[in-house]
């Protein structure tokens, strides 16, 4: 009988079966073929679908950041696309350390203000509601003055009220320095238990949208949507209500309209 196991193969047949093992548990031994980009690059000429671990996830992200901040030459475009990859199919709505947040806001910094918009992208939905320290928030803020999308996407839709943000934001409302279809957003930083009283300033259908934007949990976003519930807003707040889920509070208002 023909025995398999008495063949050789080639490093070629090996790669290919340790890629298709990675499908379905991480495999060192092909992080361990990468020691630089154009390894990077040789090894995952195509974007990868392979499970990975975070340490091995962060080797390849400080390859790049390594190669970048050297001003070497490399396929910067292909790298990036295979961490977005790797990132989607392994962290994607999962806890990450704090090591590998800061080393992806490192990218983040040295790529949001790239020429190919699609890099642009790509760095920023890596750091998508995921918790930044304090020195991360504070650069966003200090370089909104360039008015790169992806640093005010970053602050408008950061996952938790933080207290610098909204401070942000509320001077930009004060001087409006806001755009116009985003107000709501830059209005439901603000709101950390009850509407602000910079929101009268604005109308209902906004201040009902900041409500629905605003980092506050659901139980006191029914409440707010309850007290803010009026003829004039009652469209925006039914949508609302669909899209988080809330057929109480839609109840409620079915209930007022019979009243």
Known sequence: MYDFFETKMDSSTRTMLYSHLATIEPVSEIFALINNVKDFYE???????????????????????????SGMRFRQNHCLKCLKRLFKINFYDKPISADLISELFELFKLYHEDVNQEIGWIVTVMLKDRTLNDEHIHWLIEHTETAVPHTINRLLRYPNYHQA???????????????????????????????????????ESQRAWA?????????????????????????????????????DVIKLMIEKCDQ
Not at 170 to 186: F, G
Not at 215 to 221: A, G, I, S, T, Y
């Open 43 to 69: 090894v995952f000429k195509i974007p990868p679908y392979i499970l990975c671990t975070e340490d091995q996830f962060r080797k390849l992200v400080r390859l790049v950041l390594e190669a970048k901040k």
């Open 165 to 203: 943000i909204a401070k942000w934001a509320k001077v930009r409302l004060e001087k409006y320095q806001y755009e116009e279809n985003r107000i709501s957003e830059y209005l439901g930083l603000l709101i950390n238990g009850e509407m602000p009283e910079l929101a009268k300033k604005f109308n």
């Open 211 to 247: 409500i629905y934007y605003s980092r506050l949990p659901d139980d006191l976003k029914k409440e707010l949507l309850i007290k803010s519930f009026t003829v004039e807003n009652c469209d925006d707040i039914a949508e609302i209500c669909s899209r988080l889920h809330y057929p």
